[in-house]
């Protein structure tokens, strides 16, 4: 178990988290291993199949990334999406993957210091599912793409 490294889906919202996606790189740190990043207009548009089909293609752990409430370009596109989330939580630990692989963080870049906020709530969330270990339904044979 020491040597697993976990597979991080993010989705992040284009308007409020995309442009820290690639602050490690940016500022030369180094970012936590195996986050594949996928930009969606806004953090509505994701939904549970789209969650579900994460953890099925080998994510060990899924993050979403949407704007601050009050603050989102679609007006309520990010209140969706906690409602989507925290419907989906119950079935994820009925089915044996856990409410804890899936968080959903409000966050806005606008500044270096917001940017680092994107990086360090990537890298605790994945030294979280490290100690998790790897997510019961993951296909091994199944590359992390949602």
Same mark, same amino acid.
């Given at each position: 178990?020491? %040597?697993? +490294?976990?597979?991080?889906? !993010?989705?992040?919202?284009?308007?409020? #988290? @995309? !442009?820290?996606?690639?602050?490690? *790189?940016?500022?030369?740190?180094?970012?936590?291993?195996?986050? +594949?990043?996928?930009?969606?207009?806004?953090? *509505?548009?994701?939904?549970?199949?789209?969650?579900?089909?994460?953890?099925? #293609?080998?994510?060990?752990?899924?993050? &979403?990334?949407?704007?601050?409430? $009050? =603050?989102?370009? @679609?007006?309520? *596109?990010?209140?969706?999406?906690?409602?989507?989330?925290? $419907?989906?939580?119950?079935?994820? =630990?009925?089915?044996?993957? *856990?409410? +804890?692989?899936? %968080?959903?963080?409000?966050?806005? &870049?606008?500044? +270096? #210091?917001?940017?680092?906020?994107? !990086?360090?709530? &990537? #890298? &605790?969330?994945?030294?979280?599912?490290?100690?998790? $270990?790897?997510?019961?339904?993951? %296909?091994?044979?199944?590359?992390?793409?949602?």
């Amino acid at each position: 178990m020491d %040597r697993f +490294e976990p597979n991080i889906v !993010a989705f992040l919202c284009n308007w409020c #988290s @995309y !442009a820290g996606a690639d602050l490690p *790189g940016a500022l030369r740190r180094k970012g936590p291993p195996k986050v +594949e990043v996928i930009r969606v207009m806004c953090s *509505g548009r994701v939904d549970e199949r789209m969650l579900m089909k994460a953890f099925v #293609s080998g994510a060990d752990g899924v993050l &979403v990334f949407g704007c601050n409430p $009050g =603050d989102c370009h @679609y007006q309520t *596109g990010n209140l969706e999406t906690k409602k989507k989330i925290m $419907g989906l939580q119950p079935f994820l =630990d009925a089915v044996g993957i *856990g409410q +804890e692989r899936l %968080r959903l963080e409000w966050i806005s &870049v606008m500044s +270096e #210091s917001q940017m680092l906020e994107v !990086a360090e709530t &990537v #890298s &605790v969330f994945a030294n979280t599912i490290k100690q998790l $270990g790897p997510c019961p339904v993951r %296909r091994a044979s199944c590359p992390v793409s949602a």
